[in-house]
């Protein structure tokens, strides 16, 4: 793994909120974290609250007293050190495979970004040498299971606590697998003893459900254009009719989204000689298109609305300081229930239903070019050979598979809740949940999509001598490199498609096709 932070601008704590770009560069990116020095007074000014509390005789939540359905005992000042470490401890409580490094480092910076906000009462040095740890690329091992999204990501942030504290597991910068003390004193970090609220200010967040949103908003709002390009080329390629896209008719139906999708796809298919050469009506007599190419804007469109009300809870979670207890402005000490996971649940179950949905359109629309009796005039399954070869023919099986288990992947999970802490967390968010499975539908989606490329670029090619539009054209090319989606005899197709993959995945085709339309919405 190559170390990029030296190569990205830092991204500042304590001074305008992050926004989700900021996420995506830490978490994907490597670019280092530095706390201003304002955050840096604001957080030494709470602690002295707390501090100040540490003494009294009146119990303070998560200061002088146990957590949860242990709430109800006063903890000796003696045992107070002891407290935040087997809070923790014990809360470092995962099992299941290893999550992604990005995910992992998305979860530490908004855990940081609101320790930052001088609302959590957290030390000074505990949160620098937090901040030491991410920009190390130190990525302690958090697993698939153990976040009910009840006090938010408890397990999960607890792995990364333990870190801190020098005991666990973590991955170093190079993605070796180590004992926690051992990485840190190679970076040379000192670990963390945990004082008074410490325990609990660095585990008591949604960060891990927020941290997938960002990173599942970015990655949608690719695939989203991306889907606006390929449906513009199966349009093409089956001989469609780019009329239902004019901008007047969508403007009778003032959804933004569908208009924005609209206008990439009329961008896509502008000057196609494969679309002139139909346009007459007496020579096409087909009068509307399957609901799959027609609707395609609508459904789209829907999607790019359901990601920007994804991206405003987003924006709105990332401007939060989530912790139980907080310090508040005017240096109360307050028990909330902010934590709770519920607005970044439902929005994580929105995006999983909705890339379900631009899947199944996508796999539609594939499904169309492989078949005869509706492909107008293609060979079967865009086989050279029908009989001999199969063209695609399983190519769109994986793609139904595909869309199959995304369908099952959009059941929420946000409607579940199951109790815990001796009744005392009693409904729960499953945010932690929606998010893995929304990362494995982004993920299908992504693959799906790829498909419906390789089929509109062999359906198109198959048109000769008719060229494609120059969008069309440009896209083909950057998918064609070695050959991948030229027509021809059958040939080991998996390297093909996860080359389409690859080029979905980094963006090569929306920049293919922003070479000749320019910016796509």
């Known amino acids: 793994m190559t170390d990029t932070t030296t190569q990205q601008h830092p991204v500042s704590l304590g001074g305008d909120r992050l926004s989700i770009d900021d996420v995506v ?23 002295g609250t707390i501090e100040g509390l540490a003494n009294d005789t009146v119990a303070h ?41 990005e995910v992992v480092r998305a979860l530490m910076l908004l855990r940081i970004a609101t320790l930052s906000t001088g609302r959590t009462g957290i030390r000074a040095e505990t949160l620098e040498t937090y901040i030491a740890i991410l920009n190390a690329g130190i990525t302690p091992v958090v697993h698939e299971f153990g ?28 993605g070796e697998v180590m004992e926690a003390g051992e990485a ?38 690719q695939l989203v254009t991306t889907a606006d390009i390929s449906a513009a080329m199966s349009v093409e390629g089956l001989l469609g009719t780019d009329d239902v896209f004019a901008a007047d008719l969508h403007a009778l139906r003032p ?15 502008s000057d196609s000689p494969i679309r002139e050469s139909h346009r007459d009506p007496a020579a096409c007599t087909r009068v509307q298109d399957a609901y799959s190419l027609r609707c395609a804007p609508q459904v789209a469109g829907g999607v790019r609305d359901t990601i920007d009300h994804a991206a405003r809870v987003a924006e709105w979670e990332l401007a939060s300081a989530i912790d139980n207890p907080v310090v508040t402005l005017d240096g109360r000490v307050e028990s909330n229930g902010n934590f709770h996971g519920a607005p970044v649940a439902y929005v994580l179950d929105f995006l ?8 199944s359109i996508s796999e539609r629309r594939t499904d169309r070019f492989l078949d005869k009796a509706r492909n107008n005039g293609l060979p079967p399954f865009l086989a050279d050979d029908p009989g001999v070869d199969s063209g695609l023919m399983i190519a769109q099986y994986t793609q139904a598979a595909m869309v199959s288990e995304m369908k099952r992947l959009a059941v929420p999970a946000s409607v579940d809740s ?74 080991f197709l998996a390297p093909d498609l996860e080359a389409a993959y690859e080029a979905v995945l980094d963006g090569t085709v929306v920049r293919a096709a922003e070479t000749v339309t320019g910016r796509l919405n």
């Open 352 to 359: 999983s239903i909705v890339a379900a949905d631009l899947a």
């Open 418 to 491: 199951i109790p815990s802490s001796a009744m005392q967390e009693d409904h729960v968010s499953m945010g932690w949940s929606g998010a893995r499975k929304l990362r494995r539908s982004v993920d299908a989606l992504t693959r799906v999509l790829a498909i419906e490329l390789v089929a509109a670029a062999r359906g198109i090619q198959l048109r000769a001598p008719l060229e494609p539009a120059p969008a069309t054209a440009a896209v083909i090319a950057a998918l064609g490199e070695g050959g991948n989606v030229v027509p021809g005899p059958d040939r």
């Open 184 to 221: 840190l004193a190679a970076a040379g970090i000192t670990p963390v003893q945990l004082a008074e609220k410490e325990g609990l200010a660095l585990i008591n967040g949604t960060d891990g459900m927020l941290g997938m949103l960002c990173l599942a908003i970015a990655d949608l709002r």
């Open 25 to 47: 560069q830490v978490a994907r990116h490597g670019a280092p974290v530095e706390l201003s020095p304002t955050a840096l007074d604001a957080v030494r000014a709470t602690r």
């Open 147 to 174: 976040s009910l999204g009840c006090s938010g990501d408890l397990a999960p942030l607890s792995h990364c606590a333990l870190a801190l504290m020098g005991e666990g597991l973590v991955r170093d910068l190079d």
């Open 61 to 101: 939540y998560g200061v002088s007293t146990g957590f949860g359905a242990l709430a109800t005992r006063h903890i000796p000042v003696e045992l107070r050190a002891q407290l935040q470490r087997s809070l923790v401890r014990s809360h470092a409580a995962g099992a299941g495979p290893e999550v992604e490094r």
């Open 255 to 269: 959804q933004p989204g569908q208009a924005r999708s609209a206008e990439n796809m009329r961008k896509v298919l």
